[in-house]
């Protein structure tokens, strides 16, 4: 038996009912670094940390004393201590029997360092992004569910990074990542000591702020997080601009578990982006009122797209000089079947973030070209149509392809269609973007960019893309007459059009007096309920289609 203790590399090791050592193998003396005559007739404290050596002592002294042992036949981790004095954790499995002499306690040790630190790395994989070294969502999770079972307060901010796809898409994820990281280094010198950053997706970051409740303080942490973005980021060669959205709530008044927390953070966040970046917003149990109200449009909206609720209606748009049509805009309309007519304003933000996006956009380009196919053959071959497009039809990455295959096979000339795209799409100025209206107006169909000069589209963005007309906003059209800055706008766009070689349409004209002001400005062409609403296709050829005689192609001077 002795042949076979000294030669298996499991450490042995008994001892009596006093705590003395009476035997260990050479595996236990080479794991504790002791020689055979260093330990017998030692206590085991010799091998105990001196923290724990009253709990070994006392159990030691309860089973040597005729009591039964809890721990015989089981296996439990504890530390022990080196001869070098380095403390290490062991697997111990401990039996207890009757030997000539009284009580003996045995014991089978492993040591099981290489399992922790394995167990450690397992555990910090779970619990940390591997990228930036912050806690992720499973840890942001955690941290909630403790401080909010114990009955305290958190806040939790959650935000993610405007701009960043365009980094991965044009600089390469190597740089994105980069960018990553140095936004987890700059992100605790913005924030207070005991606030924890966490990444916890691609792009998406949180904070959580312990022990607040208070919307003030949660509100100044996100302007922090703002202020982080105020200063670009050297990447390399490369400096970066970004911008963020964020959203706030606070534990547990906007939700009593992590998950519920994080969720109405969620819906602010959702609310500062629609709110425009950058921004913050704190939720508000309206918010959650008003997302249940879009969930039911979305499954609204997947029944009108298969029951065929969904129309377009044709605003004309006019030659201001002799009257006569010069186009129209098609224009979505939804035949809600309880709640009537209903206008885009009321649906068209949850359409462009539904997955059906990229179907009605489709459908939409195919009607308007349909009707225009169907107007062209009583007679108006140079009738245009504009139609406005959806992001999703853009990021599909096939636009030009789609167009042209819709023109071909409505038999309709490049000419004959206008695409209309909104400022969201014009400063997203990449050549990712770019390629397929430059495809398109090479082709000779137009370009138009809608409700020029309300937002944040630049001089020098309008020379970049490859426009054929520009939209001027009905809101500087209805103050023409009595702001003059909004005149000096509508002055400064068409002479700027003009210049340019492109369109200009006046959205909006709504009076005879706004109509002369235009026409003695230079504006040629125009829209608005001056000459008639959006209609039905049937009145729309009732009314400007089927009097050919006023209708007309391109207008004369309108560049």
């Given at each position: 038996?002795?042949?076979?203790?000294?030669?298996?590399?499991?450490?042995?090791?008994?001892?009596?009912?006093?705590?003395?050592?009476?035997?260990?193998?050479?595996?236990?003396?080479?794991?504790?670094?002791?020689?055979?005559?260093e330990m017998i007739g030692h206590t085991l404290d010799l091998i105990i940390p001196e923290?724990?050596?009253?709990?070994?002592?006392?159990?030691?002294?309860?089973?040597?004393?005729?009591?039964?042992?809890?721990?015989?036949?089981?296996?439990?981790?504890?530390?022990?201590?080196?001869?070098?004095?380095?403390?290490?954790?062991?697997?111990?499995?401990?039996?207890?029997?009757?030997?000539?002499?009284?009580?003996?306690?045995?014991?089978?040790?492993?040591?099981?360092?290489?399992?922790?630190?394995?167990?450690?790395?397992?555990?910090?994989?779970?619990?940390?992004?591997?990228?930036?070294?912050?806690?992720?969502?499973?840890?942001?999770?955690?941290?909630?569910?403790?401080?909010?079972?114990?009955?305290?307060?958190?806040?939790?901010?959650?935000?993610?990074?405007?701009?960043?796809?365009?980094?991965?898409?044009?600089?390469?994820?190597?740089?994105?990542?980069?960018?990553?990281?140095?936004?987890?280094?700059?992100?605790?010198?913005?924030?207070?000591?005991?606030?924890?950053?966490?990444?916890?997706?691609?792009?998406?970051?949180?904070?959580?702020?312990?022990?607040?409740?208070?919307?003030?303080?949660?509100?100044?942490?996100?302007?922090?997080?703002?202020?982080?973005?105020?200063?670009?980021?050297?990447?390399?060669?490369?400096?970066?601009?970004?911008?963020?959205?964020?959203?706030?709530?606070?534990?547990?008044?906007?939700?009593?578990?992590?998950?519920?927390?994080?969720?109405?953070?969620?819906?602010?966040?959702?609310?500062?982006?629609?709110?425009?970046?950058?921004?913050?917003?704190?939720?508000?149990?309206?918010?959650?009122?008003?997302?249940?109200?879009?969930?039911?449009?979305?499954?609204?909206?997947?029944?009108?797209?298969?029951?065929?609720?969904?129309?377009?209606?044709?605003?004309?748009?006019?030659?201001?000089?002799?009257?006569?049509?010069?186009?129209?805009?098609?224009?979505?309309?939804?035949?809600?079947?309880?709640?009537?007519?209903?206008?885009?304003?009321?649906?068209?933000?949850?359409?462009?973030?539904?997955?059906?996006?990229?179907?009605?956009?489709?459908?939409?380009?195919?009607?308007?070209?349909?009707?225009?196919?169907?107007?062209?053959?009583?007679?108006?071959?140079?009738?245009?149509?504009?139609?406005?497009?959806?992001?999703?039809?853009?990021?599909?990455?096939?636009?030009?392809?789609?167009?042209?295959?819709?023109?071909?096979?409505?038999?309709?000339?490049?000419?004959?269609?206008?695409?209309?795209?909104?400022?969201?799409?014009?400063?997203?100025?990449?050549?990712?973007?770019?390629?397929?209206?430059?495809?398109?107006?090479?082709?000779?169909?137009?370009?138009?960019?809608?409700?020029?000069?309300?937002?944040?589209?630049?001089?020098?963005?309008?020379?970049?893309?490859?426009?054929?007309?520009?939209?001027?906003?009905?809101?500087?059209?209805?103050?023409?007459?009595?702001?003059?800055?909004?005149?000096?706008?509508?002055?400064?766009?068409?002479?700027?059009?003009?210049?340019?070689?492109?369109?200009?349409?006046?959205?909006?004209?709504?009076?005879?007096?706004?109509?002369?002001?235009?026409?003695?400005?230079?504006?040629?062409?125009?829209?608005?309920?001056?000459?008639?609403?959006?209609?039905?296709?049937?009145?729309?050829?009732?009314?400007?289609?089927?009097?050919?005689?006023?209708?007309?192609?391109?207008?004369?001077?309108?560049?």
């Open positions: 038996m002795a042949g076979f203790a000294d030669t298996t590399e499991l450490a042995l090791m008994m001892i009596d009912a006093r705590g003395i050592i009476t035997y260990v193998n050479k595996a236990g003396q080479r794991l504790l670094g002791y020689e055979r005559h923290r724990l050596r009253g709990a070994h002592s006392a159990g030691v002294a309860r089973v040597g004393g005729g009591q039964p042992s809890k721990l015989s036949g089981k296996t439990v981790e504890v530390a022990a201590l080196r001869r070098d004095g380095t403390e290490f954790p062991i697997e111990l499995s401990l039996s207890v029997w009757q030997g000539p002499d009284g009580v003996v306690m045995g014991g089978i040790i492993r040591d099981i360092s290489e399992r922790r630190q394995r167990d450690t790395r397992l555990h910090r994989l779970a619990h940390h992004d591997p990228l930036t070294g912050l806690p992720n969502r499973a840890q942001v999770n955690e941290r909630l569910g403790a401080i909010l079972a114990a009955g305290g307060q958190a806040a939790i901010l959650l935000f993610d990074l405007d701009g960043f796809k365009k980094v991965n898409d044009n600089l390469g994820h190597a740089t994105g990542d980069t960018l990553l990281q140095a936004l987890a280094v700059r992100l605790p010198a913005v924030l207070d000591a005991d606030a924890i950053p966490a990444r916890i997706g691609g792009d998406e970051f949180a904070v959580i702020l312990p022990d607040v409740g208070d919307p003030m303080k949660a509100s100044a942490a996100a302007r922090s997080i703002l202020d982080a973005f105020r200063q670009s980021f050297t990447i390399g060669d490369h400096v970066l601009k970004l911008g963020a959205c964020v959203g706030v709530a606070l534990g547990p008044a906007h939700g009593a578990d992590p998950e519920e927390l994080i969720a109405s953070a969620d819906l602010a966040l959702s609310h500062a982006r629609r709110d425009g970046s950058p921004g913050f917003r704190l939720y508000e149990p309206a918010m959650r009122s008003a997302m249940a109200a879009r969930r039911l449009m979305k499954d609204e909206l997947l029944q009108a797209v298969g029951a065929g609720e969904l129309v377009l209606h044709y605003q004309p748009q006019i030659d201001l000089e002799s009257g006569a049509v010069f186009g129209a805009e098609a224009l979505l309309r939804w035949n809600h079947p309880t709640r009537g007519l209903l206008l885009p304003a009321t649906f068209l933000s949850v359409l462009e973030s539904h997955s059906l996006a990229l179907q009605v956009g489709g459908w939409i380009l195919d009607e308007a070209c349909r009707q225009a196919a169907e107007w062209r053959s009583t007679g108006l071959p140079d009738m245009r149509i504009a139609a406005n497009l959806f992001s999703a039809q853009i990021n599909a990455g096939n636009l030009a392809q789609v167009v042209t295959e819709t023109l071909d096979r409505h038999g309709l000339p490049p000419e004959a269609l206008e695409v209309e795209v909104t400022e969201t799409v014009v400063l997203e100025n990449d050549d990712r973007v770019l390629a397929p209206f430059r495809e398109l107006r090479d082709r000779q169909v137009g370009v138009a960019f809608d409700d020029f000069g309300t937002g944040h589209a630049s001089l020098s963005t309008l020379k970049r893309f490859p426009l054929t007309t520009l939209k001027i906003d009905r809101s500087f059209v209805r103050d023409l007459l009595t702001d003059r800055s909004a005149g000096a706008i509508v002055q400064a766009l068409l002479g700027m059009g003009r210049s340019m070689g492109l369109d200009v349409i006046a959205e909006g004209i709504e009076t005879e007096k706004q109509q002369a002001a235009l026409l003695a400005m230079g504006c040629r062409i125009g829209q608005g309920y001056l000459y008639a609403r959006a209609l039905p296709s049937e009145e729309f050829t009732r009314r400007f289609v089927e009097t050919k005689g006023k209708a007309r192609g391109k207008a004369a001077g309108s560049r």
